[in-house]
């Protein structure tokens, strides 16, 4: 009788396997399911990044099953610079000082109509 449960490890050995890098959304359902089960708690750990020739790059982990040594491309949000130009636009309003406020209090006293006095009829 033979054991057909698949040995998933990452245990870099110096074997023939063929070698394969390929997206985490390309692999087969039950190799993402263990690339999964492998890294519990989020790849950040073992994420490696991978600079191709052309300048561009991708960030991927190690996973080995028996037949295949895989270098899986996951998919990380890199914050873009235009987004945060927006947020120092928003943050970068004039910042009054204790001088400004005063006058500012001062002003809107001003406008502000007087309190209506009633006479007690009592």
Do not use: C, H, W
Not at 17 to 29: A, M, Y
Not at 107 to 113: D, K, L, S
Request: hydrophobic share 30%; glycine share 2%.
């Amino acid at each position: 009788m033979t054991n057909n449960k698949k040995n998933y490890t990452n245990m870099a050995t110096p074997t023939n396997k063929r070698r394969s890098v390929i997206s985490f959304n390309n692999l087969p359902l039950e190799i993402q399911e263990a690339v999964k089960a492998f890294y519990p708690y989020g790849y950040s750990e073992a994420m490696m990044r991978i600079n191709k020739p052309n300048g561009d790059f991708f960030f991927a982990v190690p996973f080995e099953t028996d037949e295949v040594s895989y270098l899986v491309k996951i998919d990380v949000k890199i914050d873009d610079p235009t987004e945060e130009d927006d947020d120092k636009e928003y943050y970068d309003d004039e910042i009054k000082g204790a001088d400004q406020i005063q006058d500012d209090e001062e002003e809107e006293e001003e406008r502000r109509p007087s309190p209506i006095e009633f006479d007690d009829e009592d």
